[in-house]
């Protein structure tokens, strides 16, 4: 089992950036894909980014693959998502997640394993 701690979220204007923080501690090895996903309240979740963790491969929801960039640490077992030229509609709860394995790495189905969230709101 894999437990994950989200950080770096808060209130920005538009155009601004932040970089999240997805600290993970446990039986890690077991761990091939890590996601960034975001949810509003009264809306579904929905994925942002996911990285396979064995060779760095990237994917991004169409909305985020132009500001957005996922990337790991495996030094200090952390996984990032870089958010820049953020906008209103960026403002969600965005939670970090982990799976052994997914054909769909963008689907909040595919995961097991979830942070308790961190909170970006971004300002007009």
């Known amino acids: 089992q894999v437990q994950l701690v989200e950080s770096g979220g808060g209130s920005v204007q538009a155009g601004g950036s932040l970089r999240l923080t997805c600290a993970t501690s446990?039986?890690?090895?077991?761990?091939?894909?890590m996601g960034w996903f975001r949810q509003v309240p009264g809306k579904e979740r929905e994925g942002v980014a996911a990285?396979?963790?064995?060779?760095?491969?990237?994917y991004y929801a169409d909305s985020a693959k132009d500001r957005f960039a996922i990337s790991q640490d495996r030094a200090k077992n952390t996984v990032y998502l870089q958010m820049n030229s953020l906008k209103p509609d960026d403002t969600a709860m965005y939670y970090c997640?982990?799976?052994?394995?997914?054909?769909?790495?963008?689907?909040?189905?595919?995961?097991?394993?979830w942070g308790q969230g961190t909170q970006v709101t971004v300002s007009a």
């Open positions: 446990g039986y890690t090895p077991s761990t091939n894909f």
């Open positions: 997640a982990a799976t052994i394995a997914t054909l769909r790495p963008l689907s909040s189905e595919s995961y097991q394993n």
């Open positions: 990285i396979y963790t064995p060779n760095d491969y990237t």
